[in-house]
């Protein structure tokens, strides 16, 4: 059925609108009761409860970064199965991001350019939204529904230049550390001018160095930190990144963010040059991900969480990143051709292969 209208109402919409219409209807469903049926519904079996980062997730696989910038939908969200949400990118100020048009569909490929460029509220606004979300999924936790995990995903101002993104990363975190359940840097949006340059390890170990410790000054309990990298990283920088995680005792890496290759794409060229930059998503990334994964699995402790996305379309996708090495696996893209069932199907494709052993 979504997929019909899909083809038949969705894709003609630009895809940006498209996008606040489905956030409406999410909370105009929450306000009307709907999503505790979808939570009857799409809630993950019992069997797929996974411990990572010193958390409990209802199920490995989760929301990544990029559908709920606002906090604005997390609950009617959970109510679809995800076992968590990562809202963001956040970033200090608010700011409108990059001008419109700034998101397409490469609908033969499944896949999405977006140059959305960490448009967002700002750290201050969000604060009692997640205040007030935590509330909520307090009473719902006691009365024994579906609550997923809320991490926060936190990015460089735009405004802000390169020598002074630690502090612009500090003020985010002096404000969402205490309402977040784990905390992600984000340093591999190829949307912000400069950002990913702050991927150079010499750039990095002070950013992190720094974020770490103001989470925990500002937190009684401790905030697992993961840091988000591209990858268009070259693999000895893969291997760097590693290092530099398992020196300062970080709880986790998430890979990867989008990419700015165009290769393996089967739309048209001339089609794909018109949309012009902006990071790449899709199935066309699955392949870097899983390279990028087993890279890291190999070089970090077990201890160290890894969480999987990029190119994640079904239950056996989701399998394959845990097989090979990961903690938890994120999707967003394949949410916007699948429909909200795409959540249930692999909730539930995963509890199969469970059971089947």
Not at 149 to 160: A, D, Q, R, S
Request: hydrophobic share 45%.
């Amino acid at each position: 059925m979504y997929r019909f209208v899909f083809k038949t109402v969705l894709s003609r919409i630009d895809p940006e609108t498209a996008h606040h219409l489905v956030v409406s209807g999410l909370r105009f469903s929450d306000r009307l009761g709907v999503n505790r049926l979808m939570e009857r519904v799409c809630r993950p079996d019992k069997s797929l409860e996974t411990k990572a980062l010193g958390l409990l997730w209802p199920s490995p696989f989760g929301l990544a970064a990029g559908f709920d910038k606002g906090a604005t939908t997390v609950l009617p969200l959970a109510s679809l199965g995800f076992g968590h949400i990562e809202i963001g990118t956040v970033t200090a100020a608010a700011q409108p991001g990059n001008p419109a048009p700034r998101l397409f569909r490469l609908v033969q490929d499944k896949a999405l350019i977006n140059r959305m460029g960490f448009n967002n509220d700002g750290a201050q606004a969000l604060r009692p939204r997640l205040e007030a979300i935590r509330e909520r999924i307090g009473k719902l936790k006691a009365a024994g529904r579906h609550v997923p995990v809320v991490g926060v995903n936190i990015g460089k101002t735009k405004l802000t230049a390169l020598e002074d993104a630690t502090e612009d990363y500090l003020i985010s975190t002096r404000v969402l550390a205490p309402v977040a359940d784990y905390l992600v840097v984000n340093v591999s949006s190829p949307n912000t001018p400069g950002l990913r340059q702050l991927q150079d390890i010499d750039s990095l170990r002070p950013l992190l160095s720094a974020v770490r410790a103001e989470a925990d000054h500002v937190t009684e309990k401790h905030v697992p930190l993961l840091v988000k990298i591209a990858p268009d990283l070259a693999d000895e920088d893969v291997d760097a990144v590693a290092e530099l995680v398992t020196d300062l005792s970080l709880d986790g890496v998430i890979a990867t963010n989008t990419t700015i290759s165009r290769r393996g794409l089967r739309t048209a060229a001339a089609q794909v040059e018109g949309y012009g930059a902006g990071g790449l998503s899709g199935p066309v990334l699955a392949d870097r991900s899983k390279e990028v994964l087993k890279r890291l699995r190999a070089k970090l402790p077990r201890t160290t969480a890894i969480v999987s996305v990029g190119g994640v379309t079904t239950a056996s996708d989701v399998a394959e990143r845990l097989a090979l090495g990961a903690d938890l696996v994120q999707g967003y893209t394949a949410f916007v051709f699948e429909g909200p069932f795409w959540v249930r199907r692999i909730n539930r494709g995963l509890a199969s292969m469970l059971r089947s052993g």
